[in-house]
């Protein structure tokens, strides 16, 4: 509404401008026919021819109505078309000031100028517009760059980390072919130690076809029923081997046969990467606890862990693309299971959000009930 009353106001402006470059025109030429008709312009003419030419005051007198008077049609229109050519330079010259300032507003936008862009004060709303355009650019910026560094920060994090377990792979297999009298129990832990990481560069490669998907695909989803309960059981048996290394347990707290509609292979992804997450990260020998529960009008699921707390300022980054909490926390990720969770519960018209205190990261989804 704001941005409407200013350019009226501008409107106004141009059309009072206008009427008044007219209304000088008029007045110019009544004042030509006044003056050329008597006054003082009259009187110094006949003054001229009589003493410059000697005449007398009367063949002075109808000299200056032969030249004048009896062209004041030709005389008039004469005056009409330059005074109205210049009142009309003059109000291009005033109408495309803004066109130039609003040019010059825009190459500084193109060539990404410091500061606010500043107009007069008739082009207000043209002014904010191009500044909120600005700001938009240079958030965009920003953001572009900062993901960029991100993204080339984890490329180089996964070079590193796929030449270490390369690496010694090589070294294994090398000791294996060269080493002819090793044992047979050397030769299992050498092959177990190759198999482990040959494992860990598979790991890797996946990681980076991760990238892949979440940057060059957009996720579509595919509604059914599913019983949630059965899901987060079979998880959890799944998860096994891997809560096993660490001593880990976890227990589900859920009322039998929850039901939900969603696109159950996604959602098996999220609370993948969310059991993933509390596994990596919990203590050993702690518990992880999953309790999910049916509400009026959504399905609240929590993930629970014991572990080091996460600060509160990267809380709330942890669920940006390719961001890793650091390096001691970060080597076996991409930075892409939180935000790939966060953006099929979106999708889901859902909300993810984290909590970290005393030790205690509890990890919140929030599912609507379609």
Same mark, same amino acid.
């Given at each position: 509404m704001k941005n409407k009353e200013d350019f009226r106001q501008l409107r106004i402006k141009i059309f009072l401008r206008t009427i008044g470059v007219l209304a000088a025109a008029a007045a110019v030429i009544y004042f030509t026919y006044s003056i050329l008709l008597r006054g003082s312009f009259a009187n110094g003419m006949v003054m001229l021819f009589q003493n410059i030419l000697g005449m007398q005051y009367d063949a002075a007198l109808r000299l200056y109505e032969r030249i004048f008077r009896s062209h004041m049609d030709a005389i008039l229109l004469l005056s009409f078309l330059l005074v109205s050519a210049g009142l009309f330079w003059l109000f291009l010259r005033w109408?495309?000031?803004?066109?130039?300032?609003?040019?010059?507003?825009?190459?500084?936008?193109?060539?990404?100028? =410091?500061?606010?862009?500043?107009? =007069? =004060?008739?082009l207000l709303p043209i002014e904010r517009k191009i500044n909120l $355009?600005?700001?938009?650019?240079?958030?965009?910026?920003s953001d572009m760059l900062l993901a960029e560094q991100r993204k080339n920060d984890l490329v180089m994090y996964l070079a590193h980390d796929l030449k270490t377990p390369l690496a010694s792979s090589i070294s294994y297999l090398n000791l294996l072919r060269d080493e002819k009298q090793l044992s047979e129990e050397l030769r299992e832990r050498y092959l177990a130690i190759s198999l482990s990481k040959a494992e860990r560069l598979e790991e890797l490669i996946n990681e980076f076809l991760e990238i892949a998907r979440y940057s060059l695909s957009s996720i579509t989803l595919q @509604?059914?029923?599913?019983?949630?309960?059965?899901?987060?059981?079979?998880?959890? @048996?799944?998860?096994? =081997?891997?809560?096993?290394?660490?001593?880990? !347990?976890?227990?589900?707290? $859920?009322?039998?046969?929850? !039901?939900?509609?969603?696109?159950?292979?996604?959602?098996?992804?999220v609370f993948d990467n969310l059991l993933r997450n509390a596994a990596l990260y919990s203590c050993s020998g702690s518990e992880i606890v999953i309790a999910a529960e049916r509400g009026a009008d959504c399905v609240t699921l929590k993930f629970s862990n014991r572990g080091a707390a996460i600060p509160k300022?990267?809380?709330?980054?942890?669920?940006?693309?390719? @961001? &890793?909490?650091?390096?001691? &926390?970060?080597?076996?990720?991409?930075?892409?299971?939180? $935000?790939?969770?966060?953006?099929?519960?979106?999708?889901?018209?859902? !909300?993810?959000?984290?909590?970290?205190?005393?030790?205690?990261?509890?990890? !919140?989804v929030a599912l609507p009930i379609l």
């Open positions: 109408l495309t000031g803004y066109f130039e300032n609003v040019s010059r507003g825009m190459d500084a936008l193109l060539q990404d100028a =410091p500061g606010e862009i500043s107009l =007069p =004060p008739e $355009a600005k700001r938009a650019m240079d958030r965009q910026k @509604y059914s029923e599913i019983n949630l309960t059965r899901l987060l059981e079979q998880l959890v @048996y799944e998860f096994q =081997p891997v809560l096993n290394k660490k001593n880990l !347990t976890c227990r589900l707290e $859920a009322a039998d046969d929850i !039901t939900l509609q969603c696109d159950g292979d996604k959602m098996q992804r300022e990267k809380l709330e980054r942890i669920f940006e693309q390719f @961001y &890793r909490l650091d390096a001691g &926390r970060s080597s076996s990720g991409a930075g892409l299971g939180l $935000a790939v969770a966060r953006q099929i519960v979106t999708l889901h018209k859902g !909300t993810i959000s984290a909590e970290s205190e005393d030790g205690l990261t509890v990890f !919140t």
